[in-house]
C-alpha cells in the first residue's frame, strides 16, 4: 500500500501563495494522488487529482515530481478562509475496488 | 443541489443502545462509503457499496452494520458491540469504485455517548 508524509502543520501569510508538499515514495505507476481539505467539523472538501502531469483547477494547483514520489499542491493567493488541514492521498486496490488511504493531513493556517 | 445529506448533525447513544445515522445522495451515484474520524485523525473505512443489495466490509466494520435498498440511501447502524462509538462520522458516494473520479462528501453526523 503507498502511504503519503504530511508535514503536521504550516502557516501562511494572507494573500501569499501556499506551497504544501507531500511526500509518497512507495506510490506505484496507476496510482493516482488526491487532495482534500477539511475545515473543522465538515466533511472533505475535494480539491484536485492526478496521476503524472501537473493539473490546475480554479481551486489550486497540483505539481507532481517527474519520479512521482512527491507533489505540491498550491493554493496561489491564500486567504483566511483556506484555513484547514488539508490531506494528500492515495488509493489502494482492496477487493478489486480502489480505496482512499487517510493520513492525518497538514494543518494549514493563513495568518492576516 | 446536488449532493449528500447526513442526518442527524449531533446524536446521543446509551450504553447498550443502537443507533442509525442516515446518508442520503442525489448525485446518482453507484458508490457510497461510511468512513470514521477520531480527533487529530484521518478518516477510516468503515462499510462501502458498490451498487444496490451490494456492500463490503473496510477496515474497521466490527460493531457495524449497513444496508443499501435504495441507490440513494446508505444508513449505517452502530450497534451495541460497538465498544467506542464516540467520534465524528462521514459519508462519500462516487460514481463507481474505479476509475480516477473523486469521491463526494456529507457534513457527517458527530456521535457522543451518554
Known amino acids: 500500500d503507498a502511504k503519503t508524509t504530511q508535514p503536521p502543520s504550516m502557516d501562511c501569510a494572507e494573500g501569499r501563495a501556499a506551497n504544501l508538499p507531500c511526500n509518497h515514495s512507495t506510490i506505484s505507476g496507476n496510482e493516482y494522488v488526491y487532495w482534500y481539505r477539511q475545515i473543522h467539523s465538515q466533511g472533505p472538501q475535494y480539491i484536485i487529482h492526478?496521476?503524472?502531469?501537473?493539473e490546475t483547477n480554479e481551486m489550486a494547483s497540483l505539481i507532481i515530481t517527474e519520479d512521482r514520489k512527491s507533489s505540491t499542491l498550491i493554493l496561489p493567493h491564500a486567504t483566511l478562509r483556506d484555513t484547514a488541514v488539508y490531506y494528500c492521498?492515495?488509493?489502494?486496490?482492496?477487493?478489486?475496488?480502489?480505496?482512499?488511504?487517510w493520513g492525518a493531513g497538514t494543518k494549514l493556517i493563513i495568518k492576516p | 443541489d446536488g449532493g449528500i445529506t447526513q442526518s442527524p448533525k449531533y446524536l446521543f447513544r446509551k450504553e447498550g443502545q443502537n443507533v442509525t445515522l442516515s446518508c442520503e445522495q442525489n448525485?446518482?451515484?453507484?458508490?457510497m462509503y461510511w468512513y470514521r474520524q477520531d480527533p487529530g485523525q484521518g478518516l477510516r473505512l468503515i462499510y462501502y457499496s458498490q451498487i444496490v443489495n451490494d456492500f463490503q466490509k473496510g477496515d474497521i466494520a466490527e460493531g457495524y452494520s449497513v444496508s443499501r435498498e435504495k441507490k440513494e440511501s446508505f444508513p449505517l447502524t452502530v450497534t451495541s458491540a460497538q465498544k467506542n462509538p464516540t467520534a465524528f462520522y462521514l459519508c462519500a458516494s462516487s460514481p463507481w469504485t474505479g476509475g480516477d473520479q473523486p469521491q463526494h462528501f456529507g457534513d457527517g453526523t458527530r456521535l457522543s455517548i451518554l
Open positions: 492526478g496521476l503524472k502531469n501537473n
Open positions: 492521498i492515495v488509493r489502494r486496490l482492496m477487493d478489486s475496488n480502489y480505496q482512499l488511504i
Open positions: 448525485l446518482n451515484h453507484d458508490a
